[in-house]
């Protein structure tokens, strides 16, 4: 990504519209000067604002950047147009801000926005789809935009000297190293957790091994936990218990027959003689209940009497309510009249544009129409030329193939007669005249045609006719349709009229907005403007009667103390209804019910007097029930005994599996965790590792450039001495001054020299973050640092460097208000420092 232009308007400390041609800075080196507060790094935000819609938020944020300075006409956006692997995109933004309504009074909230002009000249139109456009063409996040494209003052030489714990922070946040100490973490928790389901199956194992009365020998073979020996036994003695449970099974099985036999003769007695007195008893509680019943609907009808003589005052009251509830919906109504009204006076704004996009829109129709009509004028005239030739040849060929086939027929018939005149005799009759004497008989001709071909010869003239007419009907429709073609194309052209003019809209918005109907937008428009007038007219009206409606506080008293009066009232009565209803109903099915226990009691009667002939006594029943409850016992112990063993074998079959196969995993996984986590040749763990490689190679291609700026004195390495065993990640840096032949701490390098050191150390960073973001083409960099510590020859040694590493593949921007660096570097961009806002001096 290079820049080539950039306008900003209404932004920060810019009050006006602002403009940067970076296309013309050829050498690639530039400076942005200017006094402290002026904006110089503001254009480093507005351009991260074009490509992501995000500013840095140190200072301002995304709902706070229109310019205090602007004047309530001046918009508030950037235009960034900038190259990429050779293609020219154009991207334009506007922030969300509060500005002037253009019409009337009181403020409006301007939407964020964004418009994307890929290089074939299609739009990208909405903040999401621009925003995911850009990030699919850079392949960066804003974050890493920011790390290789923006040197930040004082953040780098603060990165220079911070202990070996925070400068691991930095790169862990930079280089996102994260993942890799998760995944040394993720693999320790794999590994324990597998290490602890391998300890709980095995306990879980001697769990399920337990059995009730086990013998000497099985229970130390599962204190030595040789579970293939347990499982072998458990399957022989599991065997032998279910071959015993299964004879007491059937052995129980008879005695209960027999028992269930005669118990059902002793209780069937039973229950009929407790169901005859119950339903005695059922029959002396609702012969009760109805004599309860009848004075209960008796108590009703008295109620419903005395409520029934106040209707006559109930209807005056619901008058009155009536008139109360009218007035209350008018006074509503008055508030949803004023709601509206506002309402329709913010729809009428936005409508009268849409009705000029519809304007527009249906121009630009017309204009379709016209070149459609245009274009097929021009081919209805092409195949009417066409058709016209066709006819002419088809005229031609219909001529000669008629001619000749008039002169075949002459032959024919000439041939014909000459044919009959071989036949004539002397002294015959002429079949034609009846002569008897023939003094001259015709000759049949030498080239006479025969029949086949005359009739060939016909039909080559019938198609040809046929032909010609064709063309003649064709070329005729041709006509029409041309003519009328002609007449609808010079009609639309006079409707057409000149292109409509407004400044709100332009040809490319008309064109991409979404399609609009004229009649329906004005329609619409005429709606809101007659919803105004009618609600503006209603509430003048309203606003008037109100004056004779009297006090609203004392209507509403008296509307909630009629409407409670009323609803007690109206209660009552659908009460006492649902009462009588109900007192009917019960009534009437307490009858039926009694009627039905009634012949019940009578039938179990007659049951139980032939049920007393075969009773069966308690005493044969408790009997048997002993002896079953012997074989059941024995039954049941025998079933737990089988259960526990099936169970006890099923289980231990299933946790010997599968911890198997726990530890054929934690094989793998118990290597992987102890190489991860520092058990290793290099006693580092996975993100150590991998934070040192990155800091070797910062330092690295730092480096290149500290040896350059520092005449070949200075050199930075990664300290390897050891201060604290503990900590793995040792990330502090050491110089090695080849003045001295020595090592020393960084921290000890003087003012200027640190600013070198640190300039180099955030270049090194910027070239390794641009190779580990997948080869991207980002060739602008932005240089906010404290030049001013520099003494001129190290200030001449910086720019020198600057200087090489820009050029046509990439622009390096200094932000600095130095005055040796105005002097050294000739293209710069100056921002000037105004009472009303800064501005940017024409390039």
Known sequence: MKPLFLEISGWGPYAGKNQIDFSKFQGGLFLITGPTGSGKTTIFDGLTYALYGEVSGSIRTKENLRSDFASQKEDTYVILEFTHRNEKYRVERHPKYRRAKRKGSG???????????????????????????????????????????MLAQGEFQRLLIAKSSDRAEVFRSIFHTQIYKRIQALAGEKARALLGEIREIT????????????????EEMRENKDFPSVIAYLKADYKEKKQQAAEALINSRHKREEFDSKKQIFEQSKTISEEAEILASKIR????????????????????????????????????????????????????????????????FGQIKRTRMAVYQEWLEAEEEAKASS???????????QAECEYRRADTLRKEEQGTYMEMQSAFYAGSIGILAKDLRAGKPCPVCGSMEHPKPARVPSKAPDREQMEAQKDRAEKAEELFRKWYEKMLELKEQKNTAETQWKRKQEELGEEPEYEEITREEACSAEKLSKQEEERCLADIREQLMKAEGQMRAFREQLKSWGKAEELQEEHLMLSKELEEYESGKDRLTAESIESETALSKTRTLLEERRADFEEKQKQQAELERGKVSRGDLEKLEEEIKKTEEEREQLAVLVHQRQRALCSLKEKQKKREKLEESYGIVGDVDRLLSGNNALRLTFEQFILITYFRDILKAANIRFLKMTGGRYEMFRSETVTDARKKDNLEIEVMDYYTGKRRSVKTLSGGESFKAAL????????????????????????????????????????????????????IGIISHVPELSERIEEKITVRKKNMGSIIEKL
Request: proline residues 1%; contains cysteine.
């Open 107 to 149: 403020m409006t909230v301007k939407k964020e926005d964004a418009v994307l002009t890929l290089p074939d000249g299609t739009v990208k139109a909405g903040t999401s789809k621009v925003n995911e456009e850009l990030a699919r063409l850079l392949s960066i996040d804003y974050d890493q935009f920011r790390q290789i494209s």
């Open 203 to 218: 306990n879980q194992m001697e769990e399920a091994a337990k059995l009730s009365g086990e013998d000497p020998a099985y």
């Open 285 to 348: 509680s609702l012969e009760e209940e109805l004599v309860k019943l009848k004075e209960k609907r008796e108590n009703i009808r008295k109620k419903k009497q005395e409520l029934y003589s106040l209707r006559d005052v109930m209807d005056l009251k619901k008058e009155r309510l009536g008139a109360l509830k009218e007035i209350k919906d008018q006074l509503e109504r008055l508030g949803q009249l004023e709601t509206e009204y506002e309402k329709a006076s913010q729809k009428e």
């Open 375 to 385: 274009e097929i004028f021009k081919r209805l005239s092409d195949e009417f030329d």
């Open 760 to 811: 180099c150390l955030a270049l090194g960073l910027s070239d390794i973050v641009r190779n580990s973001a997948g080869g991207i083409e980002i060739e602008v960099l932005f240089v906010d640092e404290g030049f001013g510590s520099l003494d001129s020859e190290s200030l001449e040694q910086a720019v020198s460097c600057l200087q090489e590493l820009s050029g046509k593949n990439r622009m």
